[in-house]
Nanobody, 117 residues
Framework: QVQLVESGGGLVQPGGSLRLSCAAS????????MGWYRQAPGKQRELVAT???????KYTDSVKGRFTVSRDNAKNTVYLQMNSLKPEDTAVYYC???????????WGQGTQVTVSS
């Protein structure tokens, strides 16, 4: 069965950095748009960043200039480098895989990111 496993979350002070990873298994990774979403307590899940199969990238406005999404197709892994973290970035971060043609999609289990002094 398809698995998306996120890692790299944790507690960090404002202004700090974290790097999230999402390792995918049992999918043809290179054919998927990979995305990072987040959900803060009491709020809806929101898109953070996506990277398509041909490396097209989009970010939500609030993270532009601070976050960088990348992928390594050889390792079936997508990354989210998060710099200059703010308390409002606190959320559970989820990895998503969306097939570029069929739009079959999968979710990871999430990893907690907490930005606090």
């Amino acid at each position: 069965q398809v698995q998306l496993v996120e890692s790299g979350g944790g507690l960090v002070q404002p202004g700090g950095s974290l790097r999230l990873s999402c390792a995918a298994s049992r999918i043809s990774f290179s054919f998927y748009t990979m995305g990072w979403y987040r959900q803060a307590p009491g709020k809806q899940r929101e898109l953070v960043a996506t990277i398509t199969s041909d490396y097209g990238i989009k970010y939500t406005d609030s993270v532009k200039g601070r976050f960088t999404v990348s992928r390594d197709n050889a390792k079936n892994t997508v990354y989210l480098q998060m710099n200059s973290l703010k308390p409002e970035d606190t959320a559970v971060y989820y990895c998503n895989a969306d097939h570029s043609l069929s739009h079959t999609y999968y979710w990871g289990q999430g990893t907690q990111v907490t930005v606090s002094s």
